[in-house]
């Protein structure tokens, strides 16, 4: 299955300029969460929350209101909700990939959904907090300032946000990024194209922390664990 995928991002049948490149990366994104991830991934990554993410989440849920409205953006198959709606909080997932969304609803079937991506939401202060987990390194770096500014955009004043950065190993990253270049894409440093057609983008954590800062959003606390760098953020 995954045979499909690596034409769309090969030097021949690429776009020729990044804005159209990237269009395509998301397009493909969507296409393999759909058909590839969204029956597989509760068996293989959605039963268990890591020590790192289950600690973090506790802070946060401490500053949120008991019974607060919590967005979770790229809920995915709602792996988090039962933590989540605990405490008679409650829950709006929103993911661009329907088969996820699928799979969530089935699942938690009051829980309400949206099929929107990151870069297209549009809440305007509508929830008291919300969480981005595992998600991000989905997202190119021209994405990143306007995700968290609708994030931002979405909560309440002084709303927090949790959300995690994927880490991997600088080495391995360049390397991935230079056999990238030598097949024609268009990358930028920090940008992996795996040959079957997935993609992964690691910023530098100070570079996240400074579109952080320009989203007006404050910081409360961070960790590393288990994989990711974990962003607990206050909105200003």
């Excluded at 969204?38 to 209101?65: K, V």
């Excluded at 933590?83 to 089935?106: F, Y």
């Excluded at 880490?167 to 930028?188: F, K, T």
Aim: aromatic letters at 10%; charged letters at 25%.
């Amino acid at each position: 299955m995954a045979g499909q995928y690596p034409r769309i991002l090969d030097q021949e049948t690429r776009p020729m300029n990044r804005s159209d490149w990237l269009r395509q990366v998301r397009r493909t994104a969507e296409e393999r969460m759909d058909t590839l991830f969204a029956a597989i991934y509760d068996d293989n990554w959605g039963a268990t929350i890591e020590p790192s993410h289950q600690r973090m989440m506790s802070r946060f849920l401490s500053l949120c209101p008991p019974r607060g409205a919590i967005l979770d953006a790229a809920c995915g198959t709602g792996k988090y909700w039962p933590t989540l709606l605990a405490g008679g909080r409650t829950v709006h997932g929103v993911d661009q990939s329907q088969g996820m969304l699928d799979r969530a609803r089935a699942k938690f079937p009051d829980v309400p959904t949206e099929n929107v991506g990151l870069q297209e939401l549009g809440y305007g202060e509508a929830f008291d907090a919300a969480i981005c987990m595992d998600a991000l390194e989905n997202v190119c770096p021209e994405g990143w300032p306007l995700v968290l500014t609708n994030l931002h955009r979405a909560l309440k004043p002084a709303g927090c946000l949790y959300f995690t950065v994927e880490l991997a190993e600088q080495q391995e990253v360049e390397a991935a990024y230079a056999a990238g270049r030598q097949r024609g894409l268009p990358l930028v440093a920090g940008e992996w194209v795996l040959l079957e057609g997935g993609y992964h983008y690691y910023p530098r954590i100070e570079r996240v922390r400074e579109w952080a800062r320009l989203a007006q959003f404050r910081p409360v606390e961070e960790t590393i664990g288990d994989f990711y760098h974990h962003f607990l953020v206050r909105k200003d």
